[in-house]
């Protein structure tokens, strides 16, 4: 029977918007979600790599439990989201997770940068931005809301980002993408 269908992973979409291919070296900043961390570097595999960079010395046993669970490797680092080392490789994919809405501008904006410096040239940023919102009461659940499309194009051409573009909002995640 069709009735109970088990339904795709939570994190399709999230997925599909960030569009990491096997191979990919993918860093990610800020680990509010281990588990989609966790699917991110199931999708880059062994021969990539994805690098979690977080604050809080917590997140590494949460992200090994995650890739535990996914059967993938995660990789993490404790760090400060807008000074990260220098002497780390050049990324494909450099991912910015959260609501941007609770960040201050001047920390936003050294977010971004920090970002956009790990990436190669010609790598992707992708800003995933807000919380998830779904089911019944999604309208009326708190929460921060994506930041308006004018301040997210400021925010990603300023850090030396073009061709910026919106992907998608869907249950209250909007999915961003620009070239370095």
């Known amino acids: ?78 760090t400060p989201l807008h000074r990260l080392p220098a002497d780390l490789p050049p990324f494909d994919v450099a991912i910015v997770t959260g609501a941007l809405a609770d960040v201050p501008e001047a920390e936003r904006t050294g977010l971004v940068r920090s970002a956009v410096g790990a990436l190669r040239p010609g790598g992707r940023l992708i800003l995933v931005d807000g919380q998830r919102r779904s089911g019944l009461l999604a309208g009326l659940r708190g929460g921060a809301a994506p930041l308006p499309e004018s301040d997210i194009r400021r925010l990603m051409e300023t850090t030396g980002i073009r061709a910026v573009r919106a992907l998608a909002i869907v249950d209250g995640i909007a999915y961003w993408e620009g070239r370095h």
């Open 1 to 78: 029977m069709g009735i109970f269908r088990q339904s795709g992973s939570p994190h399709q979409t999230g997925l599909a918007m960030i569009g990491a291919r096997a191979g990919d070296s993918v860093i990610i900043l800020g680990a509010g979600d281990p588990d989609f961390c966790a699917e991110i570097a199931r999708v880059t595999g062994l021969n990539g790599q994805t690098l979690v960079a977080d604050p809080s010395p917590e997140v590494q046993a949460r992200l090994e439990d995650a890739g535990g669970r996914a059967g993938s490797l995660v990789e993490s680092l404790v």
